[in-house]
């Protein structure tokens, strides 16, 4: 059943060729983006002379950058709808949208960001319009991400009867007007602004004018601690999100002492601050900051039940390898980066030097008790992420992909693959001692001592070179050199074995 005022405002949309767009503090607010347009209706009844007069002063007021610009009508500037008169306040501008969609409609951080940029420009706002500005959240609109004031004489608060027929602007009243005292030190154009804030983070209760009415009187609005609110759950985790919610229901409390003394300015950089903290790369860097790598990696799992984010996969299993020392998870992280994007090849990149380190585990003390199934797995991951690769990054990691080969067993595809991969055309990368070390091993486990004697002397050569010239790091060089000592251990072992033989 449609009512009186559903009536009215289909009939304002069709006259007017534009959308409702939310109550304001005075009067109703629509859109009319096809015209450059926005539209204020306030009945008439609500209006004296003086009113009427200041409204049509505004048109002639000096252009501010921050403020929409005030316009005559098409029409007369009294017009009825649907039997009802109401005074047409007409405004020029492109914005296409007000705060009240962005907080309605907006993710939680454009949202807040949209709010901060709101806090900014009050006081600017306050020095144009007056001392007594309210803006609630259609009062506003935004010009990409610039917030403007639909601006209106300083009226102070309309009548009664308005604000109860109007849930928005009952529940962006301050505790005290609620309860009919007059404006103390809680200053009511902050507070409509702080009530929007938590409407970033909260529900806005249901229920009858009177029952708000009490809610708002009691500073009580969003003190339903059943609520979830409408954050995702992994976002209420986070600290600095929870400080401001915190903050916020402290701000728009009983006390107004603390609201008082509130800065818009400093309040809009906490929002900041909170909204850098909804991004959940950001978060979860941040935990991982603070040495909680466990529940960093947890957060990221939560985050990800809501949206598969390819850059906070790459992270968690960054954690989960060089923090938690877990590379089955990292892992398991990284295929779902893989599936998220196939396109992208930093996942690939990662699991094969997971793949590649993992071998001398599985080849060394587990080598028994390995699933073969699992190998497989394992191989069939890495030959498919080298695959991705571009040939530039290929190069980088064929010394995890040879590690995967040798792992299994595979030694002549090994030993063709790295010859492959150490020669640039006719030049052999001597100083690719990783590789050459491969190519050394895999002649060894082909039986082949001699060949494998002579790519050993090659590396021992190569290093003696760069230590020489200083072209590498001396960890760099030590690491080579123990993998190479180890190396002429088991070539030792083995030309003794021939001897035996």
């Known amino acids: 059943m449609t009512t009186a005022a559903?009536?009215?405002?289909?009939?304002?949309?069709?006259?007017l060729d534009a959308e409702y767009a939310g109550a304001g503090w005075w009067g109703s607010l629509y859109r009319a983006p096809h015209h450059r347009r926005w539209y204020r209706l306030i009945p008439v009844e609500e209006l004296s002379g003086r009113h009427r007069s200041e409204l049509l002063a505004w048109q002639a007021r000096p252009r501010r950058p921050d403020l929409v610009p005030v316009v005559p009508t098409d029409r007369s500037d009294q017009r009825q709808f649907a039997g009802r008169w109401f005074q047409v306040v007409c405004y020029e501008t492109d914005a296409r949208r007000s705060l009240a969609h962005a907080v309605a409609e907006d993710e939680p951080a454009d949202r807040i960001a949209s709010v901060a940029?709101?806090?900014?420009?009050?006081?600017?706002?306050?020095?144009?319009?007056?001392?007594?500005?309210?803006?609630?959240?259609?009062?506003?609109?935004?010009?990409?991400?610039?917030?403007?004031?639909?601006?209106?004489?300083?009226?102070g608060p309309p009548p009664l009867g308005r604000v109860l027929a109007e849930p928005e602007r009952l529940a962006h009243l301050t505790p005290e007007a609620a309860r009919g005292l007059p404006v103390g030190v809680r200053p009511p154009g902050l507070h409509a602004l702080l009530v929007a804030a938590l409407r970033c983070f909260e529900e806005l209760p249901d229920g009858e004018a009177g029952r708000l009415l009490q809610r708002t009187a009691c500073a009580a609005l969003f003190t339903d601690q059943r609520r979830d609110g409408r954050l995702p759950s992994?976002?209420?985790?986070?600290?600095?999100?929870?400080?401001?919610?915190?903050?916020?229901?402290?701000?728009?409390?009983?006390?107004?002492?603390?609201?008082?003394?509130?800065?818009?300015?400093?309040?809009?950089?906490?929002?900041?601050?909170?909204?850098?903290?909804?991004?959940?790369?950001?978060?979860?860097?941040?935990?991982?900051?603070?040495?909680?790598a466990r529940l960093a990696v947890g957060l990221a799992h939560a985050a990800l039940v809501d949206r598969p984010d390819y850059d906070l996969l790459l992270l968690a299993a960054e954690i989960a390898r060089e923090d938690l020392r877990d590379p089955l998870e990292a892992l398991s992280l990284l295929e779902r980066a893989v599936q998220t994007s196939s396109e992208r090849t930093e996942a690939y990149a990662e699991q094969l030097s997971i793949i590649g380190g993992l071998w001398s585990v599985l080849q060394g003390r587990l080598a028994g008790a390995i699933d073969r199934s699992f190998a497989e797995r394992l191989e069939a991951t890495a030959r498919t992420a080298f695959d991705r690769l571009p040939p530039a990054q290929r190069r980088d990691k064929a010394h995890e992909m040879a590690r995967c080969l040798i792992g299994q067993g595979r030694l002549a595809e090994a030993n063709a693959f790295v010859h492959r991969w150490l020669h640039d055309g006719g030049t052999l990368m001597w100083w690719r001692f990783d590789l050459m070390l491969d190519y050394a091993e895999t002649f060894l486990l082909l039986g082949r001592t001699d060949a494998a004697g002579q790519v050993a002397q090659e590396v021992r050569a190569g290093l003696g070179r760069v230590r020489q010239n200083g072209q590498m790091p001396h960890q760099e060089i030590h690491r080579y050199g123990m993998r190479l000592a180890d190396f002429d251990h088991a070539l030792l072992a083995a030309r003794n074995q021939e001897g035996k033989a």
Do not use: N, Q, Y
């Open 6 to 15: 559903g009536e009215r405002r289909k009939a304002v949309e069709e006259e």
């Open 117 to 155: 940029g709101v806090l900014r420009a009050l006081p600017g706002w306050c020095a144009a319009v007056g001392a007594g500005l309210v803006a609630l959240p259609a009062d506003v609109v935004l010009a990409g991400h610039r917030p403007l004031l639909l601006p209106l004489p300083p009226w």
């Open 234 to 292: 992994w976002m209420r985790r986070v600290a600095p999100v929870r400080d401001v919610r915190r903050l916020l229901r402290d701000l728009t409390g009983f006390d107004p002492a603390a609201a008082g003394a509130a800065d818009p300015l400093h309040l809009a950089d906490i929002l900041d601050t909170a909204r850098s903290a909804m991004d959940p790369v950001t978060a979860v860097r941040a935990r991982r900051a603070e040495g909680e």
